[in-house]
């Protein structure tokens, strides 16, 4: 109650798994029609332990282990992942749609399409790292935050409990080498939460939040853009041509000011999709509450 829990935990249950889960521990929602209809009532949910820790923790350390996993299945759920992996899939289209427009109009035909994937493989990889640095960060700040509700040195003995009793905190396979490439370690989680960088409130986020109005207005200058450049090019290349081939930097640069409002108009659009869905949630459920 006190975390603001999305489900009605009815049940613990302890089971085997090697991979998987958020915390050492696994979320299963219970296929009920709360969880078909959405907010008519609370889902419901099993919280599965693994069974190598059966015996090995006392009541204080369960009840920290098990909020560092709601705090973290919170957060998981929130719509930050969902913005970091937007924002990195708009940084590898923008820098694809840009190679490929660049290297067509300087190198040409049949080596400028060519040479655009060896090209783009450079934006994938700075991608690919910034999304690494940012869920690791998110790590410690989750860290901090149960650090702050226990305190440091609770939070620091779980945790260094923990490291003797994972089995994955060895990195005995190549999945768990992936999956530590991803998330920080065991030991780099209790060095940086003695460094006190992230105990405490959380920071502000550096990216600003847009709200209905904001995305309504990229939207509206998505399809202001898109339009004005077909405009513009049509009265200075088409002349009564229904399609036409660009040989110039302007009507190349026309091209990309197109597809920039257009898919700043689509993407706008994908983006009021859970917006909307969540003002409607909340709307139901303040109706259902008031009730």
């Given at each position: ?43 419901l949910a099993e919280l599965m332990f693994p069974e190598y820790l059966k015996g090995k923790l006392s009541l204080d350390e369960w009840r920290i282990l098990i909020e560092m996993h709601l705090l973290r299945f919170k957060a998981f759920n929130s719509g ?69 509700q226990f305190g440091t040195e609770q939070v620091t003995l779980v945790l260094e409990k923990m490291q003797g009793l994972d089995p994955r905190a060895t990195l005995s396979s190549l999945a768990d080498r992936f999956s530590a490439f991803w998330s920080p ?107």
């Amino acid at each position: 109650m006190r975390l603001d829990s999305r489900f009605w935990y009815r049940q613990i249950v302890w089971g085997r798994f090697v991979r998987g889960g958020v915390g050492w521990m696994i979320t299963m929602p219970v296929i009920s029609r709360e969880f078909w209809l959405g907010p008519v009532g609370i889902p419901l949910a099993e919280l599965m332990f693994p069974e190598y820790l059966k015996g090995k923790l006392s009541l204080d350390e369960w009840r920290i282990l098990i909020e560092m996993h709601l705090l973290r299945f919170k957060a998981f759920n929130s719509g930050r992942m969902s913005r970091l992996l937007g924002v990195m899939a708009l940084m590898i289209l923008g820098a694809f749609a840009t190679l490929l427009i660049l290297f067509y109009i300087f190198v040409g035909r049949p080596w400028g399409p060519i040479l655009v994937f060896p090209a783009s493989s450079a934006a994938i990889l700075l991608s690919l790292l910034w999304v690494r640095r940012s869920l690791r960060t998110w790590e410690f700040e989750l860290d901090g935050n149960a650090a702050s509700q226990f305190g440091t040195e609770q939070v620091t003995l779980v945790l260094e409990k923990m490291q003797g009793l994972d089995p994955r905190a060895t990195l005995s396979s190549l999945a768990d080498r992936f999956s530590a490439f991803w998330s920080p370690s065991i030991s780099k989680r209790i060095e940086e939460l003695r460094d006190q960088r992230f105990v405490g409130p959380p920071r502000p986020s550096r990216m600003p939040k847009i709200g209905f109005r904001g995305r309504a207005i990229i939207i509206v200058l998505g399809v202001v853009i898109f339009w004005s450049s077909g405009v513009i090019a049509g009265n200075l290349y088409a002349r009564g041509q229904e399609t036409i081939a660009c040989v110039t930097n302007t009507c190349a640069a026309l091209v990309v000011i197109a597809a920039v409002g257009y898919w700043s108009a689509i993407l706008g659009a994908l983006s009021m999709v859970p917006v909307v869905a969540r003002r409607v949630r909340q709307a139901r459920r303040k109706k259902k509450y008031q009730v």
